[in-house]
């Protein structure tokens, strides 16, 4: 598995990332969705990689720079027929390994509450993200749930 920058002229990326965002709505109630379309992941505040198997793409996501000292999980998806196979993980590790090099004291994520979250939830509770409270812009409700991992 090669990780690398995630590339928006990429039909593997867009399709992905289409898939996430129609996931997404799927499984939340209107207005409790909060993944970031194309424009949103181009911001210069957030960086967006992509986990490669030779040329097939695997899973994508991204960092937010919340704060000097707080970046937050955003835009985390694997190919369906790429599970179980290490590239979230992959993925994550990376992306902590880019709060690491950041010098994040936090990293933290909003995520849905039910059944379709429960595999992301334990990948995210085995890296050591704890659930807590409410960060950012975010509100919570009973559509949420709020987990952070203190770096230091």
């Known amino acids: ?76 998806r694997t190919r369906t027929d790429s599970l179980r196979r290490g590239a979230a993980t992959a993925m994550l590790e990376a992306l902590l390994d880019l709060a690491r090099q950041r010098g994040y004291r936090r990293v933290s994520l909003e995520t849905g509450s039910g059944e379709a979250f429960e595999p992301a939830l334990s990948l995210y509770r085995k890296h050591g993200f704890q659930n807590g409270g409410a960060f950012a812009d975010y509100v919570g409700s009973d ?4 987990l952070h991992l203190d770096m230091a």
Request: net charge negative.
């Open 1 to 76: 598995m090669i990780i690398r920058p995630g590339d928006f002229n990429d039909p593997q990326i867009r399709e992905l990332l289409r898939q996430h965002l129609q996931g997404m709505a799927e499984t939340s109630p209107p207005g409790h969705s909060f993944a970031l379309d194309l424009s949103g992941l181009q911001r210069p505040d957030v960086t967006f990689l992509s986990v490669w198997d030779d040329d097939t793409l695997l899973a994508i996501g991204a960092m937010k720079e919340l704060a000097t000292d707080h970046g937050e999980l955003k835009s985390m």
């Open 143 to 146: 559509f949420n749930q709020f």
